[in-house]
């Protein structure tokens, strides 16, 4: 247990007290590896810069002192994820200067919000040599609009802290939130176009407006925001002439030093649901089902139809289900998750309104879901079952750090990779992707721990890789796991939506030759000293 | 009546008889104004080249044979806007080819899909010297999934064409118009980001996927696309790294072959609205009262918000509301309205769902806009008044024609040019920006013949500069007044959405240096011979 609370503490202690964490001093340790290009002394010469723009105490350049930005959870056998410094600005001007140094001595940075990409690799770079530049000292929130529903924040800015904001303001809108919403940032989180669970689910749809600071130093506004005493920064998402805004999420072309969003006003009601399918061959069945409810909006949000697996992982270890050295099989997974309420695969939604839009929609989903051999349950079934509890939090936009647990299924644990390939939302092909899925894990020695978001229209298979990173022998495995998901999933043409700092240019060679021609022509174009997290969705 | 009737026949015709009118057999009149930096022979070589490509039939270099892309509708006193040659490709391979001619030749080529962009420009190039590469050959819809709810289009379908396809396969889906739906194209108006009526009326929300030649010859796909065997192009948008589908909208840096669309789920129950204002002061009120119901999702239609003098001129002639030297004033405005069943206000919004849902929510919708002082009206009250069954065509998808009427509104007429300022959905900034609209048409002697659109969170102020293109004075006026709407809203921050061929420079002046040095950039790097559309949104 001491592994998975020493995890906990960190991730916890990263957030909460990161000006502390970031404050230690550095000692002396050289770091390991600079980047390609980059000698000694260049390396020297822009940390020495960055100090002097920010104080000694926010800027380091050891081995020690990079630790907190050093965790990735994910498979890294050959230790090629560490950074070889940080440095934390507290201002946009701060931020430009940083970029200009970076620049002049040819000093590649690694721009993270808050670095709690859990799952994806965390703080660390794609590749060796980057010194992090870490926003979460610029921690405001700059505007909330309670008539709009919008906000404007800075990266540093948590889910947690918008929460309590509006909370102590009494400003009736939702929040939604990833993963470990309270410690993870809505600006980091929407530029990896992570995903949610309510209504306003799919982040990047509900991005409003950027200021980014360009790798020539310059400060651009997108959409309404460079035009001069407008007040529809974060009402209107175009502007005009090209879009661009999509150029800085998953990339490596600008810095993101103010982001706009849309919240949601809070429904009078909101009702959860889960539908409990008995077998793991349900799969294309509840699918096929959800596809028209969620294509007509008729279930509004994000839904997640989670494996038992998945669930039992968040709460028990695996050692308590089937000992370590033996298989996960279904009958051991079906009885345990009996035993907690749960089926071998449990969908969960929500419909958002008043009394009668509920009851009006309900009787249709009934209709929809119950031939499919679910049943249909909600909070009068399901009382205060912990993972019922889970996603009705997550639903109405509510935070909890309960997918940590996730670190500690195998022995000392704490390793977790995701792999998130998509689908259109169609039963055969999410049956076909189950199927590869469990093969290969089999074959390797891991659990199929998934999920199923269904979006409007199509999948992301969610599928957990949890394995015990204390141990070397696993690690390599997990490594070797993950490499063949991603190659077997891609032959089928099943590619990646997101993906972790260890696989990011696997997965973009998936895309194709014409694809990453372009990118590296505009990055050549935006960034042409290659200054800005090179290795970011394999664009060097 | 006839100057009208001529400009519809050649409206549809060029839509109905595009192969026919592009088989016109060319004269030998040599073009105007060639290019900058781009010889006689170039041009010559250009055009032979192209000849070769797609037969002599499909390819234009005189005067008298593009006269089909030079109708405007805009006002253009100097006849900058006339193209010098027209070609027109059956294939994604004639398009390479046709790429690869421009850069060879240095000839600039201006894109159009099928070129019903009126008010806008319509087929017009936005800077002298360019052969119009018109999509309207290549008109297949390639796939329609009536599960998943999406469409596969080329860019010369018709809004029309989609809507016969889905009814003749009785495929339940709804299509999304804008104005002049039958003869414009989803593809052309989605990346003009253009804004139809239904639930779906934010046409690049909606938009999935793209297939785009690139100037350089190549051929790139959007999203999922590019991944061998993915049955997810039409599903996701996003696919992974940078979002760069954006970059192809309201833009020119690539020619848009293929694209993909979400269409909506024809609703067991549609029921229409409107909601009649009787003042022009009851803007504040009227905006304030629909901001929370769009914001809250329970209007989820693009609403549009009339004037009672647009509407008149559309079935209208001016003089027939006051005599022609004379200027429309309220009192006029208003006996006319009141004698059509219409307010000086007339809001048109509609509810998508069951009879259950529907039933829930209007009570609601009553309750909020009766006491802004609105008669909320259904069909059971306006039954077939034109203007009601106009609006309620047009939110359930339907296709009409109607709008083409407002050419016809001043003396021989044929002049449109719509001005489209954004501003956040407040009621204060819209009465503002209706008071700065009409004293600046006041000024020069125009109409004020407006609607605001309310998106989610912001407005479209859609002004109609309606005059008497068949008057060179009065189009001279009209050109200085459209300048000095858009200069002096631009001063209030309320910068334009959109904009004509006429004005692209102007508008994207608004959005900054920071901002369009960086479309410089991304223009150079992308196609450094500016072959593509220059002029575009202000890119040259």
């Not at 399901?382 to 936009?397: I, V």
Request: charged share 20%; hydrophobic share 40%; proline share 6%.
């Amino acid at each position: 247990m001491s592994g998975f609370e020493l995890d906990r503490r960190m991730m916890l202690g990263a957030g909460a007290l990161g000006a502390a964490a970031l404050g230690l001093a550095g000692c002396k340790q050289e770091p390991a590896t600079l980047a390609p290009g980059v000698s000694k002394a260049d390396f020297a010469g822009a940390i020495k810069a960055m100090r002097s723009v920010v104080g000694d105490e926010w800027c380091f350049g050891d081995a020690d002192s990079v630790k907190p930005w050093s965790k990735t959870y994910i498979p890294d056998p050959n230790k090629v994820h560490t950074p070889v410094g940080a440095v934390a600005p507290a201002t946009v001007e701060e931020v430009q200067e940083i970029v200009r140094i970076a620049n002049k001595f040819k000093q590649p940075i690694w721009t993270i919000s808050t670095g709690k990409n859990m799952g994806y690799g965390m703080a660390a770079p794609a590749t060796p040599g980057q010194i992090v530049l870490d926003m979460k000292r610029m921690n405001r929130i700059l505007e909330v609009d309670a008539d709009l529903g919008t906000a404007l924040l800075e990266p540093g800015v948590t889910y947690q802290q918008l929460k309590d904001y509006l909370d102590e303001n009494n400003i009736p809108l939702w929040i939604d939130v990833p993963t470990v919403g309270p410690i993870a940032s809505p600006v980091g989180n929407t530029l990896d176009r992570g995903v949610g669970y309510t209504p306003y689910g799919e982040h990047f749809t509900f991005q409003c407006g950027m200021e980014v600071v360009l790798p020539n130093g310059e400060i651009m506004r997108t959409g309404m925001g460079s035009i001069e005493g407008s007040t529809a920064w974060q009402a209107f998402k175009w502007g005009y002439g090209p879009y661009v805004d999509g150029l800085f999420t998953q990339s490596n072309f600008g810095v993101v030093t103010k982001m706009g969003m849309w919240l949601m006003p809070k429904p009078p009601v909101y009702k959860p649901f889960m539908v409990r399918h008995n077998n793991m061959d349900d799969v294309p069945a509840i699918i096929d089902a959800m596809r028209p409810l969620r294509v007509a909006s008729l279930i509004p949000n994000v839904n997640l139809m989670m494996s038992a697996s998945y669930q039992l992982a968040m709460f028990k270890r695996r050692n308590e289900i089937v000992p370590d050295d033996r298989p996960l099989d279904d009958d051991s997974v079906k009885k345990a998750a009996k035993a907690n309420g749960l089926g071998m695969w449990n969908t969960y939604f929500a419909l958002y309104g008043t009394e009668q839009t509920v009851a009006a929609i309900e009787p249709i989903i009934r209709g929809a879901l119950t031939p499919s051999g679910g049943e249909v349950m909600t909070e009068a079934e399901m009382g205060d079952n912990p993972w019922f509890h889970h996603h009705k939090t997550l639903m109405e936009g509510g935070l909890n750090l309960d997918e940590i647990g996730l670190l500690r299924w195998r022995g000392a644990g704490g390793g977790l990779a995701w792999f998130a390939p998509v689908a259109a939302a169609k039963g055969k092909e999410a049956q076909a992707q189950t199927s590869l899925a469990r093969s290969i894990l089999d074959k390797h020695g891991f659990d199929y721990t998934a999920a199923y978001a269904i979006g409007w229209r199509d999948l992301h298979h969610i599928i957990a890789l949890l394995f015990d990173k204390s141990d070397p022998a696993q690690e390599k495995k997990a490594d070797a796991c993950y490499r063949e998901l991603v190659t077997e999933f891609g032959k089928k043409g099943w590619a990646s939506y997101r993906t972790g700092v260890n696989s990011m240019g696997l997965v973009a060679e998936q895309y194709g030759k014409v694809n990453r021609d372009f990118n590296a022509l505009l990055k050549n174009a935006i960034d042409p000293n290659h200054i800005l997290s090179p290795g970011k969705s394999g664009i060097l």
